[in-house]
């Protein structure tokens, strides 16, 4: 490590105004350079307290009488989200898998376009977000378009708000409106975005979006993702999963089924409780920060991993505008896979990697130190 980089990452860190934040999370090791918080953020203190709290005494001890302030769960983590991704309330609801909610939000947003022959996600798109396009285009015997170029016939555009790989962040506001203006309804993959960045949906004009509530959000691993729908489309909105909880009685067994007017109708079976309690207590500390401190010290913090591989003459492709920046950075490394592995056990730092030659650094705003993205760098340049 060079001496000038460590210096500097000290001093970043002490005027760090988000310092006292990693406090609010369980560290069992403050040597360790944990820079993978992008794939599962880290533990909260509270939510081990809060998690022990519904077992012991909202599960063990009330029973069944819990279920009296579970109902509604999904809804009310929802509006606590809402604010971190520019939504109202009534227009997020977490609940199921990432991968349920896009295929729910994908056959939604084709309902809604009949007409449309096609569905557009790229070839570089996430996996799960490839997948479900596919298995939603056969399902509809609708073709699928691997670019955003001509959406004449184009239904549903599928995209992901921030690269996977590269951590390039595709203008939410802009697509969505040539989306819209060619007649497509856009489906955002908020997932590398939600508690990271200032998202302005609403603003945006933005119809549907999913995210993930376990790398930025802390919400543990596993935790539920959330659907957001506009207020204006969700009493227009057929999801493809009506379960009991979707029902606007649904305690009355023997009715037909008729969708509830609100969000609350992207909603499927029984929710998981112990994993709302988990997401819940992640998106609190979040808000509870401010996502504009969050949003600026992800910039910052990756900016100075930019120019520390600058310094050691490291490739990433990562934007150097950080405007267009997520919150990790990406360096090329030819033994990439087998360098991350020794990484962790040869200097405890973790990173994580993507084919075919990709070293990701996540660098969460709450927990990422500048010392552990200098140290990660340094080992990285140094490696044989």
């Not at 969000?263 to 500390?285: D, F, H, K, S, Y």
Request: with cysteine.
């Amino acid at each position: 490590m060079t001496t000038e980089m460590l210096a500097q990452a000290i001093e970043l860190d002490a005027a760090d105004p988000l310092k006292g934040w990693r406090d609010e999370f369980v560290i069992t090791d403050d040597d360790v350079a944990y820079l993978d918080g992008n794939s599962l953020g880290m533990t909260p203190r509270r939510t081990l307290d809060r998690v022990d709290t519904v077992i012991r005494g909202e599960w063990a001890h009330d029973l069944i009488a819990s279920w009296a302030h579970w109902l509604d769960l999904p809804q009310r983590v929802g509006d606590q989200l809402a604010p971190l991704v520019g939504a109202g309330p009534g227009e997020v609801v977490v609940h199921d898998s990432t991968t349920v909610n896009l295929y729910q939000a994908v056959r939604s947003a084709a309902r809604l376009r009949p007409d449309r022959r096609a569905i557009a996600v790229a070839p570089t798109e996430f996996p799960t977000d490839r997948y479900i396009v596919e298995g939603v285009a056969g399902e509809l015997g609708l073709a699928v378009q691997p670019d955003f170029d001509d959406l004449s016939r184009v239904g549903v555009v599928v995209r992901s708000m921030v690269d996977y790989r590269t951590a390039v962040v595709t203008d939410i506001a802009a697509e969505t409106e040539r989306a819209s203006a060619a007649g497509a309804i856009t489906v955002w993959d908020l997932s590398h975005g939600a508690g990271l960045l200032e998202i302005e949906l609403n603003a945006a004009g933005a119809e549907f979006a999913v995210g993930c509530t376990y790398k930025y959000l802390n919400g543990g691993p596993g935790a539920p993702a959330f659907n957001y729908v506009a207020g204006n489309l969700i009493d227009r909105v057929e999801q493809p999963i009506p379960g009991w909880f979707s029902q606007v009685d649904q305690f009355d067994m023997d009715a037909a089924y008729t969708p509830r007017p609100d969000i609350g109708r992207m909603l499927i079976g029984t929710p998981g409780i112990l994993g709302l309690v988990a997401a819940q207590c992640g998106i609190e500390i979040s808000a509870e920060a401010g996502i504009e401190r969050i949003a600026a010290k992800g910039r910052a913090i990756t900016g100075f991993a930019l120019d520390c591989c600058d310094t050691v003459g490291l490739d990433s492709p990562s934007p150097r505008d950080a405007r267009h920046r997520g919150g990790h950075i990406s360096i090329r490394h030819p033994d990439a896979e087998s360098l991350v592995a020794r990484l962790a056990s040869e200097r405890r730092v973790i990173a994580d990697y993507r084919v075919p030659d990709v070293i990701r650094l996540g660098c969460s705003p709450l927990t990422t130190r500048y010392r552990d993205v200098a140290v990660a760098i340094a080992a990285i340049a140094a490696a044989p």
